[in-house]
């Protein structure tokens, strides 16, 4: 089995270490040289590794929509049918890898970024397109035309807790979320086609 270059090992250690500064911060204004330092190397290091501030943040955030597809991915795979296939969607997105304090930083910081840099605006317009086609995707066969104005407002409603967290209201609880976000799903299922 070929040895993992030690490289990738620095790049994931930089990533991880960006989400833990941002988590503790609770904004970017964080410096390479603290992540660095938290990573266990030179800034230098991480400047030939990244380049700066701006890319090391958006390795941290690929890394984190890269995890959040993986489990969103996953969850579909064992999903039957389309109530299942939402769910399966709003609780891989306030699993217990994406719905603690550091990563719930790093989305809201990510968003912040997005205003200013067209990189990081391109990655959230991705991640939002993508949640919004996997929810119009289970909705359209339970409610029809409905199915993508109901996908914005469930959208709204996960980002809306992620904010919630982020501003630190309550304790993050992913599963006390999604249920929150379940229960208005079974509303608008209610409702039926129209």
């Not at 040289?33 to 190397?41: L, T, V």
């Not at 690929?62 to 039957?80: F, I, K, P, S």
């Not at 919004?132 to 199915?147: E, K, Q, V, W």
């Amino acid at each position: 089995m070929p040895k993992l270059g030690v490289e990738p090992l620095r790049r994931a250690a930089l990533v991880e270490a960006t989400i833990g500064a941002i988590g503790e911060a609770g904004t970017l204004d964080v410096t390479v040289a603290k992540i660095a330092r938290r990573a266990g190397m030179s800034s230098a290091l991480a400047h030939h590794y990244f380049g700066g501030k701006e890319q090391i943040f958006l390795a941290a955030m690929r890394h984190t929509l890269t995890v959040y597809g993986a489990e969103v991915r996953g969850a579909l795979a064992m999903a039957q049918g389309p109530e299942a296939r939402i769910e399966a969607i709003v609780r891989a997105s306030f699993s217990d890898s994406h719905f603690r304090r550091e990563v719930i930083a790093t989305w809201l910081n990510f968003y912040v970024l997005a205003q200013t840099s067209a990189q990081a605006n391109r990655l959230l317009c991705l991640y939002q397109r993508r949640l919004r086609s996997n929810l119009r995707h289970g909705l359209r066969p339970l409610i029809g035309a409905r199915a993508g104005p109901v996908a914005d407002r469930l959208a709204a409603l996960i980002d809306g807790f992620y904010l919630r967290h982020s501003l630190g209201i309550d304790q993050p609880d992913g599963a006390a979320a999604a249920e929150q976000v379940l229960r208005s799903l079974s509303l608008e299922l209610a409702h039926g086609i129209h």
